[in-house]
């Protein structure tokens, strides 16, 4: 079945740039919307925003300015970086699969996340 | 942004009750509703979409239900694999909005 996995450092400084992969396994990028979600210690879910097979993107409104995502079709990834952390971006981050392909999906399937520390 | 309030915020129940898990969003969202189950360490399920749709292999007795800006997950007869953090989700306006968590732990 498809299985989706974050892979990234769990540690980054301060004023530096976040970077993740996500790899499904099991099935085809090539469809659906592909997203990144993050968690803060003790906090609520983020949704950060998605990109499309196609490399089209739609970014949470409150990040837009710091955040990049790609893919890669050739190696079934997708990738985020967000630019300028502080520790206010420490956070369990997620990707998921959006359906369906617009701007208010859900996700049906998820990784088990990765936890970025944002620290010196 | 839509708000999302869940209530409880924490839950104690036994197997075998009958639990019920309240979302309130802070304006009508069109039954626009997911509801995800979380356990620790493990990535997050999908259970509900739309309301009231049961995600394929999900066990009957989880139901959504619902309309306007409050919606609810019930969950018939608890088991012992259902102990874990539900958190509601809004898909009617971007961008998306989570509620808090409601974390259901074993009497």
């Known amino acids: 079945q498809v299985q989706l996995q974050e892979s990234g450092p769990g540690l980054v400084k301060p004023s530096e740039t976040l970077s993740l992969n996500c790899t499904v396994s099991?099935?085809?990028?090539?469809?659906?919307?592909w997203s990144w979600i993050r968690q803060p210690p003790g906090k609520g879910l983020e949704w950060i925003g998605y990109?499309?097979?196609?490399?089209?993107?739609n970014f949470n409104p409150s990040l837009t300015s710091r955040v990049f995502m790609s893919v890669d079709t050739s190696k079934n990834q997708f990738s985020l970086r967000l630019s300028s952390v502080s520790a206010a971006d420490t956070a369990v981050y997620y990707c998921?699969?959006?359906?369906?392909?617009?701007?208010?999906?859900?996700?049906?399937?998820w990784g088990q996340g990765t936890l970025v520390t944002v620290s010196s | 942004d839509i708000q999302m309030t869940q209530s409880p915020s924490s839950l104690s129940a036994s197997v075998g009750d009958r639990v019920t898990i309240t979302c309130r969003a802070s304006q009508r969202i069109g039954n626009s509703l997911a509801w995800y189950q979380h356990k620790p360490g493990q990535a997050p399920r999908l259970l509900v979409f739309a309301a009231s749709s049961l995600q394929t292999g999900v066990p009957s007795r989880f139901s959504g239900s619902g309309s306007g800006a409050e919606y609810t997950l019930t969950i018939s007869s608890l088991q012992p694999e259902d102990f874990a953090t539900y958190y509601c989700q809004q898909h009617y306006t971007p961008p998306v909005t989570f509620g808090q968590g409601t974390r259901l732990e074993i009497k």
């Open positions: 099991g099935g085809s990028i090539s469809t659906y919307y």
């Open positions: 998921a699969r959006t359906w369906p392909m617009v701007a208010t999906g859900y996700f049906d399937l």
């Open positions: 990109i499309s097979n196609t490399g089209s993107t």
